[in-house]
């Protein structure tokens, strides 16, 4: 049996600037991290020709076509796979509008495992380019490419969307030291509402088509990823949450559909307690709020949204990666 561990991902400055709209004209760049909350594929073959696959429901099928997970259904036409194979996604975390990439991993994670399972080239690469076929090129779904990239790379990344459509992942250099102060200082708030990141980015690739003032904005958040490095290296977390704030103030009037008043209202009340900075995670409108925040603050944060779920983060390094064949 096949085993395909692929992580989740937070973006810390530069989202959106990965959709083609924009990185077509204007070069777009992100920096983001996978983190220790993953997804697992389980590939087998089966003993007949159907086709069982299992996530949220089960489908079992004799024609491809009749399967109604489109990522599965895609995924299958593109390694030409037909029959006879089983396969089941357990995840951590809930696989919908949580704004930590989980869809994405989830490709991710199943490129991977078919490409494994067919016995072929599987490198960090090579998954993420299928990954991104797949999803936007066979499925159409309207998103951008960082996610699929960093979950399949791992660690803390810078990536580059070139004009051309060429995409560069690039580590960070960080103190040691720092990099485990920087996610000590992480904690993650669910705002208690999940969105169809579909809607959000569709509405908001729309906008960057018709509005030059949203790709002004948009340019913007592009610097700021050249600022949120050079702090980085310079070890000054209370600036990386001065300028998660300025990106997440930027990327909120990017489209109305992006905040609402509660997730406005759990960013502000972080922020009156204590918190460098905030920023919503993913597309828009629900999802998890990250707050960077010294010890004592995430105890006061934990207690203020208690009746939320909150959690702490550690970077994963290792990106997609094969368990068991």
């Given at each position: 049996m096949i085993i395909i561990r692929t992580p989740f991902r937070i973006s810390f400055v530069g989202g959106s600037t990965d959709l083609k709209r924009f990185y077509k004209n204007h070069e777009g760049r992100v920096i983001s991290c996978s983190i220790n909350k993953y997804i697992y594929i389980f590939i087998n073959k089966k003993i007949d020709d159907r086709i069982k696959i299992s996530y949220s429901k089960n489908e079992h099928v004799s024609d491809i076509n009749l399967i109604k997970h489109s990522i599965f259904r895609e995924s299958l036409k593109f390694f030409k796979i037909n029959k006879g194979i089983e396969i089941a996604s357990i995840s951590d975390m809930p696989t919908k509008g949580t704004g930590l990439g989980s869809s994405s991993a989830f490709t991710v994670g199943l490129v991977n495992g078919l490409l494994n399972y067919k016995n072929k080239l599987s490198n960090k690469k090579n998954v993420a380019e299928n990954a991104c076929k797949i999803e936007i090129d066979k499925c159409h779904f309207p998103i951008g490419k960082q996610d699929q990239y960093i979950s399949s790379y791992g660690g803390l990344k810078k990536?580059?969307?070139?004009?051309?459509?060429?995409?560069?992942?690039?580590?960070?250099?960080?103190?040691?030291?720092?990099?485990?102060?920087?996610?000590?200082?992480?904690?993650?708030?669910?705002?208690?509402?999940?969105?169809?990141?579909?809607?959000?980015?569709?509405?908001?690739?729309?906008?960057?088509?018709?509005?030059k003032h949203i790709l002004d904005k948009m340019k913007k958040l592009v610097d700021l990823t050249k600022f949120f490095e050079k702090e980085i290296i310079n070890s000054d977390i209370e600036s990386l949450g001065e300028i998660i704030s300025e990106s997440w103030n930027i990327k909120k009037n990017l489209?109305?559909?992006?905040?609402?008043?509660?997730?406005?209202?759990?960013?502000?009340?972080?922020?009156?307690?204590?918190?460098?900075?905030?920023?919503?995670?993913?597309?828009?409108?629900?999802?998890?709020?990250?707050?960077l925040a010294k010890k004592n603050t995430k105890i006061k944060i934990k207690k203020k949204f208690y009746k939320l779920s909150t959690f702490d983060i550690k970077c994963d390094e290792n990106g997609s990666i094969l368990i068991n064949k």
């Open positions: 990536i580059i969307f070139k004009t051309t459509g060429e995409v560069n992942v690039k580590s960070i250099k960080i103190n040691p030291n720092f990099k485990k102060k920087l996610f000590d200082s992480i904690i993650l708030v669910d705002s208690g509402k999940n969105r169809l990141t579909n809607e959000v980015l569709s509405k908001l690739d729309q906008k960057i088509k018709l509005n489209d109305f559909n992006i905040s609402n008043f509660r997730i406005n209202e759990i960013i502000d009340e972080g922020i009156k307690i204590g918190a460098y900075g905030a920023k919503l995670l993913g597309a828009g409108a629900g999802g998890h709020v990250l707050f």
